[in-house]
């Protein structure tokens, strides 16, 4: 059962606190990438993952940092939130890169 | 960098119509330009894409066409059905970084 899973699905933190979202996927995709959904905006790439420890920047990358231990798991961290950064989160995964990419569920991620 | 622009927010077309949306990029070195549909609430996930090694591609009753020299793209979608109506999403990558520039959205409702 091809599938990407984000945890969790909603969060609501203050301006400061640190929040970490997960990501999760049981397809052994080498790739995965974390984006984030604005109004108007579509998608923009926060970062991208070649594999375990192997990180990029993307487009948008300030405020945020990743981490890739295992291959099917990669966390996105907002250490000290803002309030810009509310939005709805995407994980995504691919079997390397130039090809489909399969999205989570989303996080919708409030910062008050 | 890469802008991908998608030029029309909205359509509304009649059930069994045709639907085109259009999507203009700026980088040259982009060879692949996928599509991803966004139904209300929900995920994205893939419907279709093409490289820049062919100029039509068609799975069903989805078509894309792509003119390199006018660097425009576009996703038909024909005998249009209700559960067509979402968000469609185009996107662009070179093969140099493979990281997708998406469009801003085009919201499609087919009218019953």
């Known amino acids: 059962d091809m599938k990407v899973t984000q945890m969790p699905r909603y969060l609501i933190k203050r301006m400061g606190e640190n929040v970490l979202l997960e990501c999760g996927q049981d397809?052994?995709?080498?790739?995965m990438y974390w984006y984030r959904q604005d109004p108007g905006l579509g998608l923009q790439l926060i970062y991208i993952s070649y594999d375990v420890d192997s990180n990029s920047e993307g487009d948008i990358p300030k405020g945020y940092r990743v981490s890739r231990k295992k291959r099917e798991h990669f966390s996105l961290i907002l250490d000290s939130a803002k309030t810009n950064q509310t939005s709805v989160y995407f994980c995504?995964?691919?079997f390397g890169t130039g090809g489909e990419q399969y999205f989570g569920p989303g996080t919708r991620l409030t910062v008050l | 960098g890469e802008k991908v622009e998608q030029h029309e927010s909205t359509l509304s077309v009649r059930e069994g119509d045709s639907a085109v949306i259009n999507c203009t990029y700026t980088?040259?070195?982009?060879?692949?330009f996928p599509w991803y549909k966004q139904e209300a609430g929900k995920s994205l996930h893939f419907v279709i894409d093409i490289r820049s090694n062919v100029d039509r591609k068609q799975s069903q009753r989805l078509i894309v066409l792509l003119d390199k020299k006018a660097k425009r793209f576009s996703l038909h979608i024909t005998a249009t059905q209700p559960e067509d109506s979402a968000i469609y999403f185009c996107?662009?990558?070179?093969?140099?970084?493979?990281?997708?520039?998406f469009g801003s959205g085009t919201q499609l409702t087919v009218m019953p």
């Open positions: 980088d040259t070195a982009s060879s692949y």
């Open positions: 996107a662009a990558a070179s093969s140099g970084s493979w990281q997708l520039i």
């Open positions: 397809m052994s995709h080498e790739t």
């Open positions: 995504a995964s691919s």
